[in-house]
T-cell receptor, first 115, second 108 residues
Framework: NAGVTQTPKFRVLKTGQSMTLLCAQD?????MYWYRQDPGMGLRLIHYSVGEGTTAKGEVPDGYNVSRLKKQNFLLGLESAAPSQTSVYFCASRKIAGGSSYEQYFGPGTRLTVT | RKEVEQDPGPFNVPEGATVAFNCTYSNSASQSFFWYRQDCRKEPKLLMS???SGNEDGRFTAQLNRASQYISLLIRDSKLSDSATYLCVVNRADKLIFGTGTRLQVFP
């Protein structure tokens, strides 16, 4: 049981390049999330998904797109990378809430640098 | 004003000390509350949920005051291994809202 995995772990992009970050979870969770974490800003929600085939915008969605074609995978795309997108990206998942079950399980993160 | 506010610290305390962190939240509709722990360059992990009646897990005690919209975390008998950033988290609908974290450094 690997939990939440993210690919790649590190990446350096030039301005204007595109890339896709992959998040995979093997816990059969319905909900999946993409965050970015910057110094002094905390974790900010980019996009999220409440089930296969559905996505929704979070707090900072501009410049990113997502897709959830399979329940276990949530992809984050950068179409034209900008230096402002240099950050650590975390994926998280959780099951449908019941009682106090809002706990999110996080992947190890992807460190992205855009030059 | 941020939806979840925390003192960023750092809190520098000796081993064995008791330390308390506070957090305030602005959305009275928040239903669930948590403390997450994040080690340097690692992912956040759930430390404990916070209930209205207060709850304890070993050396850690969490309290919630809904009237004041205030959450606290108390760590007793601090260990070197407690050094980390502690994130105050509240839920809003399908999302979790994270504070920016309070950094704790425990020294020998």
């Amino acid at each position: 049981n690997a939990g939440v995995t993210q690919t790649p772990k590190f990446r350096v992009l030039k301005t204007g390049q595109s890339m896709t970050l992959l998040c995979a979870q093997d816990m059969n969770h319905e909900y999946m999330y993409w965050y970015r974490q910057d110094p002094g800003m905390g974790l900010r929600l980019i996009h999220y998904s409440v089930g296969e085939g559905t996505t929704a915008k979070g707090e900072v969605p501009d410049g990113y797109n997502v897709s959830r074609l399979k329940k276990q995978n949530f992809l984050l795309g950068l179409e034209s990378a900008a230096p402002s997108q240099t950050s650590v990206y975390f994926c998280a998942s959780r099951k449908i809430a019941g009682g106090s079950s809002y706990e999110q399980y996080f992947g190890p993160g992807t460190r992205l640098t855009v030059t | 004003r941020k939806e979840v506010e925390q003192d960023p610290g750092p809190f520098n305390v000796p081993e064995g000390a008791t330390v308390a962190f506070n957090c305030t939240y602005s959305n009275s509709a928040s239903q669930s509350f948590f403390w997450y722990r994040q080690d340097c360059r690692k992912e956040p992990k759930l430390l404990m949920s916070v209930y209205s009646s207060g709850n304890e897990d070993g050396r850690f005690t969490a309290q919630l005051n809904r009237a004041s919209q205030y959450i606290s975390l108390l760590i007793r008998d601090s260990k070197l291994s407690d050094s980390a950033t502690y994130l105050c988290v509240v839920n809003r609908a399908d999302k979790l809202i994270f504070g920016t974290g309070t950094r704790l450094q425990v020294f020998p």
